[in-house]
T-cell receptor, first 115, second 114 residues
Framework: EPEVTQTPSHQVTQMGQEVILRCVPI?????FYWYRQILGQKVEFLVS????????KSEIFDDQFSVERPDGSNFTLKIRSTKLEDSAMYFC?????????????FGNGTRLTVT | KNQVEQSPQSLIILEGKNCTLQ??????????LRWYKQDTGRGPVSLTI?????NTKSNGRYTATLDADTKQSSLHITASQLSDSASYIC?????????????FGKGTHLIIQP
């Protein structure tokens, strides 16, 4: 079964540095998403992306964050000037369509640790 | 404010036993309700999606129910196996659906003991 793949699985960075988290969505999916989950807390929506542009973003997704689809397969999340509170699991997800019955397919996440 | 509350927060049962997890929501307008299974250190995996008109849906040993009038859902696991140990997350979609309007619960952490 096709799956969403994320790299790296674990990223350690120093406060103030920039990180890029990478995702390869399922090939025939058109909608892409980033979520984060701080340890012990619930999953939080960051951003959705369709047709090469952001379609929706949450309050969390401020100017520190950006997303890009640099080629036909990769979908990246860039976090600039990382802070301690950015430490979390970051999940990429994709879906075939953006309708009420379309399941989200999640990757296994990147654990970001900011020291 | 849209909210999803799950209970219990955690649950321990013996292998082979059944269990039921609860989800109450205040999400408007309601579009659909989803249950996900999240193994430790992994991404959530979809178990079921139910729309307003569906009141029960099964996926193997998992059966979800939905009461749209009382805004409650349950996930029943039959004949539990060690591999069922995971967090189970209830997610409710508002409005037109899609990921943008999803409200996640905190999950129920289920442990199956041999």
């Amino acid at each position: 079964e096709p799956e969403v793949t994320q790299t790296p699985s674990h990223q350690v960075t120093q406060m103030g540095q920039e990180v890029i988290l990478r995702c390869v969505p399922i090939s025939n999916h058109l909608y892409f998403y980033w979520y984060r989950q701080i340890l012990g807390q619930k999953v939080e929506f960051l951003v959705s992306f369709y047709n090469n542009e952001i379609s929706e973003k949450s309050e969390i997704f401020d100017d520190q964050f950006s997303v890009e689809r640099p080629d036909g397969s990769n979908f990246t999340l860039k976090i600039r000037s990382t802070k301690l509170e950015d430490s979390a699991m970051y999940f990429c997800a994709s879906s075939e369509t953006d309708n009420r019955n379309s399941p989200l397919h999640f990757g296994n996440g990147t654990r970001l640790t900011v020291t | 404010k849209n909210q999803v509350e799950q209970s219990p927060q955690s649950l321990i049962i013996l292998e082979g036993k059944n269990c039921t997890l609860q989800c109450n929501y205040t999400v408007s307008p309601f579009s659909n309700l989803r249950w996900y299974k999240q193994d430790t250190g992994r991404g959530p995996v979809s178990l079921t999606i139910m729309t307003f008109s569906e009141n029960t849906k099964s996926n193997g040993r998992y059966t979800a129910t939905l009461d749209a009038d009382t805004k409650q859902s349950s996930l029943h696991i039959t004949a539990s196996q060690l591999s069922d140990s995971a967090s189970y997350i209830c997610v409710v979609s508002a409005g037109g659906g899609g990921a943008d309007g999803l409200t996640f619960g905190k999950g129920t952490h289920l442990i199956i003991q041999p």
